[in-house]
C-alpha cells in the first residue's frame, strides 16, 4: 500500500518525529545528564507537546550483565501490566537495561515531571537512540500504567504517551540476536566505534585497520546468531512439524527478545518503508543485512556503524520526499516478482534487497 503522510498513517505528527530525532542525538552530547527535554507546538494543531530524551550508554555493562543474553523478570511492582493475562507468565526483559531504568527512577524526578505534564493537558513524548532509546520504551511502558492508574482514581482521560526511538536494541521477548559469550571479546571496541565522539582528527592506517578487522568479525558474529533465530521463528511461522526444530533448542542458545510496534526503514534512497508486522520485521532485519558476497563483508561492517549514527540526515530527506510504502498485507503478497506485486511495493523491497 501506497500513500498518505507518515505522519497521519501512524498517528504522530511529522514534526514531532524530526524533534524526536534532534533531540536523540542532542542527548548524547549531555551524558551527564539523565535527560533532556523541550516542550513545543507544532504548526498545525493545537496540542503542546513535551518531549523527553535519554542519551545512549557506551559502556559495556549498561548493555550486559550476565551471560548468555542478560534477561530477567520484569518488576511487576512497577509494571504490573507486563505479564501474560492468560498463563500469568511475568515478561522477561534485559537486566543490564532494567537496572539503568531504576537508577534514573531513583536519582531523578522524571515520573513526578512526566505526571505533571500530563495533567496540564501535555502530550508527552518519549524518544532515544541507541541504548537512550531503551530508557524511552521502559519509560513509556511505566508512564502507561501511571496514566491508567489515574484514569481510573480522577476519572479524566489523559493523552496517553507515545515513544519514537532511533536504532533501539531489542529489550523484551516479543535483540539481542546474539549471545553475550559469542561477543563479549569484541563488545566494549564496538561500543567505542558507535560513540558519537569518536571522531578521529588523524586516522591512520593501523587504526583503520584495527576497527576493520573489529567490526568485520563483530558482524559475521551476531548474523550467524541471526540466521539461527529468524530461521527458527519462521519455521514455528510456517507450522513445521520437525523434531529437530525443538530438538534444536535444548542445545542452541536462542535469544529471547524479539521487535515490538510500528517499524520505519530508510532505504538510503529517500523512501520510509513502514511495517508493523513484528515476526516481518525481525526476518526484514535478517534478510535487509544479508551479504551477496564475502567480499562485501568489510564494507557493509563499516557502513552499518556509520549508518548507526546517522538516523537525523537520513529521515529529514525521507520525510521531504514523502515516498512511503506500507507493508500492511503481508499474507497478499507474492512469493516472487514474477507473480506480479504491486509495482510500488516490488520496488520497496526490491530498495531493501529483498
Not at 283 to 303: G, P, T, Y
Amino acid at each position: 500500500m501506497v500513500g498518505g503522510l507518515v505522519g497521519d498513517n501512524i498517528g504522530l505528527n511529522e514534526e514531532v518525529i524530526k524533534k524526536t530525532c534532534s533531540l536523540s542525538f542532542k542527548a548524547h552530547k549531555s551524558p551527564n545528564q539523565p535527560y533532556i527535554y523541550e516542550t513545543f507546538r507544532t504548526s498545525s494543531d493545537l496540542t503542546e507537546y513535551l518531549v523527553i530524551s535519554f542519551p545512549g550508554s557506551w559502556v559495556e555493562t549498561d548493555w550486559f550483565v550476565r551471560k548468555p543474553f542478560g534477561e530477567t523478570k520484569i518488576d511487576l511492582a512497577q509494571f504490573p501490566l507486563l505479564k501474560s493475562v492468560g498463563n500469568d507468565e511475568t515478561a522477561l526483559v534485559n537486566e543490564a537495561f532494567l537496572n539503568r531504568f531504576d537508577r534514573l527512577l531513583k536519582f531523578s524526578s522524571i515520573i513526578s515531571e512526566v505526571n505533571k505534564a500530563m495533567a496540564e493537558g501535555k502530550q508527552v513524548v518519549f524518544a532515544g537512540h541507541s541504548s537512550g532509546a531503551v530508557l524511552a520504551i521502559l519509560a513509556t511502558f511505566r508512564a502507561l500504567e501511571e496514566n491508567l492508574n489515574s484514569n481510573k482514581t480522577n476519572q479524566i482521560q489523559h493523552k496517553s504517551p507515545m515513544c519514537v526511538t532511533f536504532g533501539s536494541p531489542l529489550i523484551v521477548p516479543r535483540i539481542f540476536l546474539a549471545p553475550f559469550s559469542s561477543i563479549e571479546k569484541l563488545f566494549s571496541s564496538v561500543l567505542q566505534l558507535l560513540t558519537p565522539k569518536n571522531n578521529k582528527s588523524e586516522p591512520s592506517f593501523t587504526q583503520d585497520s584495527i576497527e576493520d578487522s573489529v567490526s568485520c568479525e563483530f558482524y559475521s558474529t551476531v548474523m550467524r546468531n541471526v540466521a539461527t533465530v529468524t530461521s527458527h521463528v519462521a519455521c514455528n511461522l510456517m507450522g513445521s512439524t520437525n523434531l529437530l526444530l525443538e530438538t534444536m533448542t535444548n542445545f542452541v542458545e536462542l535469544s529471547p527478545y524479539r521487535p515490538f510496534g510500528t517499524y520505519i526503514f530508510c532505504d538510503g534512497n529517500g523512501q520510509l518503508i513502514v511495517v508493523r508486522n513484528s515476526d516481518a520485521v525481525l526476518q526484514l532485519m535478517f534478510h535487509i543485512a544479508q551479504l551477496r558476497d564475502l567480499k562485501q563483508l568489510s564494507e557493509v561492517a563499516n557502513k552499518s556503524i556509520l549508518q548507526h549514527l546517522a538516523y537525523e540526515a537520513e529521515l529529514e530527506e525521507s520525510l521531504g520526499m514523502q515516498n512511503v510504502v506500507y507493508l500492511n498485507k503481508l499474507d497478499i503478497l507474492p512469493l516472487s516478482a514474477k507473480d506480479g506485486p504491486d509495482i510500488d511495493i516490488a520496488a520497496a523491497l526490491d530498495s531493501l534487497g529483498l
